[in-house]
């Protein structure tokens, strides 16, 4: 078999390049302009642009202008687009699910904590190989404001890489890099506000009329109260309110995150062409794909609560649209952390089908990953995920345990009704659980905003400390380590066993624990989401080789189920995911595809559980690579056991 494959390896190898040699004695033509693909794409995709511009600003007649300029700046990209980039353009547009094949892994991290510099993640990108990860997002890397820039999110010069990390030359370097090892390099694009010492903001306050209206300026306190009666607050603890007075600007200006993070007037157009020129701009840097950060409260309508409104899915399309003229290569993921029924816009509903992002974050999936572990008991997850619509089977969603922000515990209370809990104390249960409140809790993390009412709150700290990895530790108890250790690798097996790109997270994949060293920096002090984002201790890294260190058994647990996942057509993002009905400690699913019906099954319990084999399953379990024992029908998982089984 191996022998083979690799006779069609050398096979496919010679006759690509008898074909190259063909080609190249071809005598060279003008193709003339008929055949630039530029234009076969304007014709493909500007009535996409065209018809979100009308959704989002109403009239097109009166953007003429705007649109003429949009045109200019995507030839003017086009014609710069470097030649290995159209390449690449061709090739996946021969590969549309390129991110969504089971061959994709994602690795999440912060260039400084993983590796110093842009050249330093360079020098450790055979860790990354040697994981198995073929998608690399480094967080926000463009020149922030200085002192407390909220991670990076609050963004001084788009066109700058922060000088601590390196050079734009250097970004590009790495995107090139990444490409001949056959990886993809995902950045930020931090579209819902800039820092207050960007450019535009600098100007709007010396009174440049132009950049004044690239933000929203209220004038007085009644304006601000008539918008704050329905605004929500995402940081109530540091950051209260959504509007910020400022002196110069002689009013209020919408922040809706930090007060130093300035939102921007995406009503304007002229701040959607800004976008559209920088994103290009980047894209040309050779960025496979961009995170829409904070895309939710891209657009403003008083008596909401300014997120999700039509607009930003139209504005959306049109950035889309542009993308795929210039550079179809590339992918839009969008983070929008927002309730289910909201959710799936992002990935195209109705008018915007297929013409929005490729990814977007299933924040459900990873609620009800913790929720489960704290339970024991799946019925939740299984009933919540029933009830999320299908997703277009073209996208597919990021997938992940942990990130480098805190958890809310968005369980809707009707989820929780359907099995017989009451939402808000669930809720308050997952908080005071992840924080190590709960009576038995095996958790280390800590409570972030906390609802002095309610008494409901968001957490942070790492998988491994919300997993039980530190009290482990703390006890130096082997049991209690196993047990952290089967629990950090099953919430990743369930994550690559759902539809959509598993995004691992920098330091999960060798067990690190929280870094409470934050707390020494003024600028990072009153934010604890920083304990979960620590340094990458390589002395601790290299321990992954030396058998029987946490960091080996966490490491190449994850590399075996990377592998597994690499070999199993199954969890292409497209096939769909079937929840089955199991016993209340058991997560059961089916992928039904062509080559066969895969089961999953997951105990969420530090107890064997035993179920009887779901109908067209097998006993071959595709992650250990072997047969699972069946007794008289039934299958057994060990404490937080894993199985995908192949059909018979
Ligand atoms: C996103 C980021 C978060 C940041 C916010 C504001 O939600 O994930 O870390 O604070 O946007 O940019």
Redesign the pocket.
């Known amino acids: 078999m191996e022998q083979e494959s690799d006779f069609l390896t050398t096979l496919t190898a010679q006759l690509l390049c008898r074909a190259t040699d063909g080609v190249a004695r071809i005598p060279p033509v003008d193709h003339g302009t008929e055949l630039d693909p530029f234009l076969l794409r304007l014709e493909r995709y500007l009535p996409d642009l065209l018809d979100g511009m009308q959704r989002a600003y109403r009239s097109v007649e009166a953007l003429a202008p705007w649109i003429e300029q949009l045109v200019d700046l995507m030839l003017a990209h086009h014609v710069q687009r470097p030649r290995e980039l159209r390449l690449l353009d061709l090739q996946r547009a021969l590969r549309p699910d390129w991110l969504q094949v089971p061959g994709q892994v994602g690795y999440v991290c912060y260039v400084d904590r993983f590796a110093d510099t842009l050249g330093g993640v360079l020098d450790h990108l055979d860790h990354l190989e040697q994981l198995g990860v073929t998608y690399l997002h480094l967080m926000p890397l463009l020149r922030p404001r200085p002192g407390n820039s ?2 990076g ?1 609050a963004v001084a010069d788009y066109r700058a890489v922060d000088p601590a990390l390196g050079t734009i030359g250097e970004l590009e370097q790495l995107a090139g890099e990444l490409r001949r090892r056959g990886l993809s390099l995902c950045i930020d694009v ?1 579209l ?2 800039v820092a207050r010492e960007h450019a535009w903001a600098v100007a709007a306050r010396q009174g440049d009329v132009r950049y004044r209206r690239y933000f929203w300026v209220l004038p007085g306190r009644s304006q601000v109260e008539a918008f704050e009666r329905t605004l929500p607050e995402v940081f109530p603890d540091f950051a209260p309110g959504n509007f910020t007075f400022d002196e110069e600007m002689g009013g209020w200006v919408w922040t809706t ?1 930090n007060d130093f ?1 300035w939102d921007l007037n995406w009503s304007n157009p002229e701040v959607l062409l800004e976008f559209a020129d920088l994103i290009l701009h980047l894209a040309n840097l050779g960025i496979d794909v961009f995170r829409l ?2 895309i939710a409260f891209l657009w403003k309508r008083q008596g909401t609560d300014c997120q999700n409104q039509p607009e930003v899915h139209a504005l959306v399309q049109t950035l889309r649209a542009v993308a795929r003229i210039v550079a179809p290569a590339v992918a839009f993921k969008a ?1 929008a ?1 927002v309730a289910p029924d909201q959710l799936m816009q992002y990935l195209g509903r109705g008018a915007h089908h297929g013409k929005v992002s490729d990814l977007a974050y299933h924040n459900g999936l990873m609620v009800q990953i913790w929720s489960s572990l704290a339970s024991r008991d799946t019925r939740l997850m299984t009933t919540a995920l029933r009830r999320l619509p299908r997703k277009p089977s073209s996208c597919a969603w990021v997938t992940y345990l942990r990130c ?2 805190d958890i809310g515990w968005a369980v809707s209370d009707e989820d929780a009704a359907a099995v017989g809990l009451d939402g808000p104390t669930h809720r308050r249960f997952l908080g005071q659980y992840y924080a190590g409140l709960f009576p038995g809790s095996h958790a280390r993390g800590e409570p972030f905003q906390v609802n002095r009412r309610s008494g409901d709150s968001r957490s942070s700290g790492t998988t491994a400390a919300l997993n039980g990895l530190e009290l482990a530790l703390e006890h130096d108890n082997d049991e209690l380590l196993q047990l952290s250790i089967e629990r950090i690798l099953l919430g990743h097996a369930v994550v690559m066993t759902f539809d959509g790109l598993p995004l691992i997270y920098m330091g999960d994949e060798i067990g690190m624990i929280s870094d409470r060293s934050y707390r020494e920096d003024p600028d990072r002090a009153g934010d604890n ?1 920083w304990m979960h984002r620590p340094h990458m201790p390589w002395e601790r890294v290299a321990r992954r080789h030396a058998r029987g260190t946490v960091e080996q058994r966490v490491f190449d647990g994850l590399r075996r189920l990377i592998a597994a996942r690499k070999r199993t057509p199954q969890l292409h993002a497209a096939t769909v995911v079937e929840l089955l009905d199991s016993p209340p400690a058991i997560l059961a699913l089916a992928r039904p595809h062509h080559l066969g019906r895969l089961t999953a099954l997951f105990n969420f319990s530090e107890t064997p559980q035993r179920m009887p084999l779901p109908p067209g399953a097998g006993p071959f379990d595709c992650i250990a690579e072997r047969p699972v024992p069946i007794r008289v029908g039934q299958i057994s998982l060990p404490p937080y056991g894993r199985v995908w089984l192949l059909a018979d």
């Open positions: 909220d991670g999110y931090v819902n506000h995150f993070q950060d904070a983070e952390i480098h922000d989401r």
